[in-house]
């Protein structure tokens, strides 16, 4: 379902595209700010990342980083759900970015 926000076949409120990444308004946001941050690229989950994937990866944090400092001057989250087991539930590899307002502790 994210391949088809990330052509653009879904509407989505976009932060932020570039030729390899995409960040979108998540549709139930658990903060002021809560953007998904999702690689053009299909990859199921962070669980499938191979060594050779580590530069778009590294790519998505700097989205995020960017972001963040733009759009959370006080400070921000990072999350990604991996698995059943993790939360995850579109399986398609995406980072959570979370701000806007004072965050728990986790657990
Ligand atoms: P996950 O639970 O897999 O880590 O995150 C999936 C996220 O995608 C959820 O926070 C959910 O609200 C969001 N989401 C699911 N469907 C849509 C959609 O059609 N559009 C947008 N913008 N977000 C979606």
Known sequence: MFCRIIAGALPSRRAYEDD???AFADIKPAAPVHLVI?????LASLADLEEEDAELAGHLVWVAAKLGRDLCPGGWRLVANVGEEGG???GHLHLHLLGGRQLGTLG
Do not use: C, G, L
């Open 38 to 42: 999702a690689p053009r690229q299909h």
């Open 20 to 22: 390899r990444a995409v």
């Open 88 to 90: 995850q539930t579109v």
